[in-house]
């Protein structure tokens, strides 16, 4: 337990904010420190309606502007890296104007952009919720913001979200969803020195892997933006002994669909590649179209001025359009460096994001 809560200055320079935010560890599972912090900071703003959920918060301006937006982030990183002398740990660490630390990319960079325009915007020219929440970086069973949607799903209305995870400054739209399924074959079981009185299960596999490696994912345009689909076996597993014919193969195969798709239609493509074998559905979660035809993401993407771009993996996102929200993600930092040991961002990629939604926030 911390006796005291972080004091952080939501005013300093937003690169400066993010350092001080990334030495808060805050691993997932270990948001309490910084949630206090965060919590404790929206609450000193007159303009803002608080409110605190777990780890999550909720900030809020209440001014009946004609549209609300929502800025969310979460609080969470993934561990730190266990390799000695890697740069991407806490606490954070200067290279010139390049900030090292566990979060700078994913995504305290995009939460420091949070955090100073809640402090800035008083009287911003929409009205802005501003969401942080816990348990992003483990199993979607925990996330803070799935929590939020069931506790306070009047907190979350609004017109159009932008989740500040990392895109290099890019707008990127929708996700594809994701779905998991299991192709079975059974065969019989027989010593191998009598292979004949048997039948082999894993050969009978050899079908279904056929299909898949023949099969050309589709690219499907989905609001004007194009989702490539992919479509594939990650993991199979069958056999007993040595000595033994095999009597059950199962396949299991990762459907990444694009947003046009609902999750039953994602299975019921599956279902007719891989006809004639038995498939069962294991996992789905839909994906989210990129909405950017409401017209307070077409002003949005004209005001920040880039030209948007799909976003392949299934993200947050999906949470805010399955509450009727469309949702794009626009942060700080190079995706790619997410999760790596060496985890940084440049400082002027922070400030530039802070730039651009202050600039389309206050118009
Ligand atoms: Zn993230």
Redesign the pocket.
């Known amino acids: 337990m911390t006796a005291f809560t972080t004091a952080l200055d939501l005013t300093s320079d937003v690169a400066d904010l993010t350092a001080a935010l990334i030495d808060i560890n805050s691993v997932s599972g270990n948001e309490r420190e910084l949630a206090d912090a965060v919590e404790a900071a929206l609450r000193s703003l007159p303009h803002l309606q608080v409110t605190r959920d777990g780890d999550a918060i909720v900030a809020r301006t209440e001014l009946g502007r004609d549209e609300r937006v929502i800025l969310a982030g979460?609080l969470d990183t993934v561990p730190l890296p266990l390799t000695a002398g890697s740069r991407g740990t806490v606490p954070s660490s200067w290279d010139g104007e390049v900030l090292y630390g566990r979060g700078t990319t994913?995504?305290k960079g995009g939460v420091a952009v949070q955090l100073a325009l809640a402090a800035r915007l008083a009287d911003p020219a929409r009205d802005v919720t501003y969401v942080f929440y816990d348990h992003?970086?483990v199993e979607a069973s925990l996330s803070g913001l799935g929590r939020l949607v069931v506790n306070y799903p009047e907190l979350l209305q609004g017109d159009f979200a932008i989740l500040l995870?990392p895109t290099d400054g890019t707008v990127e739209g929708g996700c594809n969803g994701t779905s998991r399924f299991e192709v079975t074959t059974v065969g019989k079981a027989a010593h191998s020195a009598r292979a004949w009185m048997g039948q082999n299960a894993i050969h009978a596999a050899a079908e279904i892997l056929t299909r898949l490696r023949d099969h050309e994912p589709a690219t499907v345009a989905v609001d004007g933006l194009e989702y490539r689909e992919s479509l594939n076996a990650v993991k199979i597993h069958g056999g007993t002994a040595g000595n033994v014919i095999p009597d059950r193969t199962v396949v299991e195969i990762n459907y990444r669909f694009a947003p046009d798709k609902t999750p039953d239609d994602a299975e019921a493509y599956v279902r007719n590649l891989l006809d004639g074998f038995s498939v069962i559905r294991t996992d789905a979660a839909a994906g989210a179209r990129p909405g950017l035809n409401h017209p307070a993401a077409a002003d949005f993407v004209a005001a920040v001025g880039a030209e948007p771009k799909p976003k392949y993996g299934w993200t947050d996102v999906a949470r805010f359009s399955a509450l009727g929200i469309p949702a794009v993600n626009f942060g700080p930092g190079d995706a790619l460096l997410?999760h790596t040991d060496n985890e940084h961002v440049p400082a002027e990629a922070i400030r530039e994001c802070f730039r651009a939604l202050d600039r389309w926030l206050s118009a």
């Open positions: 979460h994913d995504m992003e970086e995870e997410a």
